[in-house]
């Protein structure tokens, strides 16, 4: 089954809610398509807040992450692939986002930066649902 991309978004966007409310984070995703991050949680006291980054890919890919290194926010991203037979998540800081991300030049000029497979999909990062950490005490 083949989804467009605003289905496969919010599958991984709702993944990523769910695997934090069990660990007990208050989540609410923000507005769809809108600059910024993409997921809002806090603690059970309302003591610390986090803002959470999702890409979700069908398959196991690459991750685009645009003409520039600016948007890369939040406090953590969460990658979601192969999200329509068996989701995989891959957990890190944006400054890890960052300096792991690869530019593409093409020959008109244009620059794109782009997150390989080899370089996110690693036991570091795979289901480390522990970098974020328990929404309880």
Do not use: H
């Not at 083949?2 to 599958?11: E, S, V, Y």
């Not at 603690?43 to 948007?71: A, C, D, H, M, Y």
């Not at 690869?102 to 244009?110: A, I, L, N, S, V």
């Amino acid at each position: 089954m083949k989804f467009d991309a605003q289905i496969t978004g919010n599958i991984g966007l709702y993944y990523t809610c769910y695997r934090l409310s069990k660990m007990g984070w208050n989540v609410m995703p923000t507005s769809r398509n809108a600059r910024g991050i993409d997921i809002i949680a806090y603690n059970r006291e309302g003591t610390k807040f986090i803002g959470i980054q999702v890409k979700t890919l069908s398959k196991r890919n690459p991750v685009p992450l645009g003409k520039s290194l600016e948007k890369i926010m939040g406090d953590y991203w969460v990658i979601v692939n192969n999200v329509i037979k068996e989701p995989s998540a891959f957990i890190l800081f944006p400054d890890e986002v960052k300096s792991l991300a690869c530019k593409r030049e093409r020959k008109d000029g244009r620059i794109s930066y782009w997150l390989q497979l080899s370089s996110y999909d690693n036991e570091k990062y795979k289901e480390a649902w522990d970098r974020i950490g328990y929404g309880y005490k």
